[in-house]
């Protein structure tokens, strides 16, 4: 389980065939401190397990499903991405609940500077996402847990401050960026435990 606050950035060094996926290898010496071998480590939101490491990066395996699923395969050598280890018992849950299994991609549509240094981002919304987003809401971007700050039926909005913009994958994203999205767990079990009950009255 994760939080959504970004620990750091890492740099693909290396994207090689591994069965009919890929093996990342990426460094990122500030996420391993206290690395082991089948640790979780989300990549751009991606929950993935380290397979192999050292004092400055890691591997990890994508295997098809999660290539379909997240925009892991547009990765090239050289391309920033957001990281985050797991969250621990102890640790503050500064964002909000996120899984690491992302549900779907979707684009930015477009990005407005605002005076005060703060950004708006616009993402397209498609019908398999609407019912979970929600004005106000959490939902998290390429790992990044963000605030709903408006909607209509095609798009929604976020406000980024510049600190977020600084320190995450988002200062360098533009128009028609492909970006991962995981909604909000809660959501989805609600959305399950209330088809149960309409089959069963």
Known sequence: MFTGLVEGLGRVSSLEPAGDGIRLRIHAPVVLDDAELGASIAVNGVCLTVV?????????DAVPETMDRSNLGD???????????AVRASDRLGGHIVQG??????????????????????FAMGDPLAPYVVEKGSITIDGISLTIADLDDESFTIAVIPHTAEVTTLGQRSPGDRVNIEVDVLAKYVERQLQFREANS
């Open 75 to 85: 990765l090239e050598v050289g391309h920033v991405v957001n990281l985050e280890r």
């Open 101 to 122: 299994h992302v549900d779907a991609t979707t684009t930015v549509i477009d990005i407005v500077g605002l005076d005060d240094g703060s950004w708006r981002y616009r």
């Open 52 to 60: 192999d490491h050292d004092d400055e990066h890691f591997a990890i």
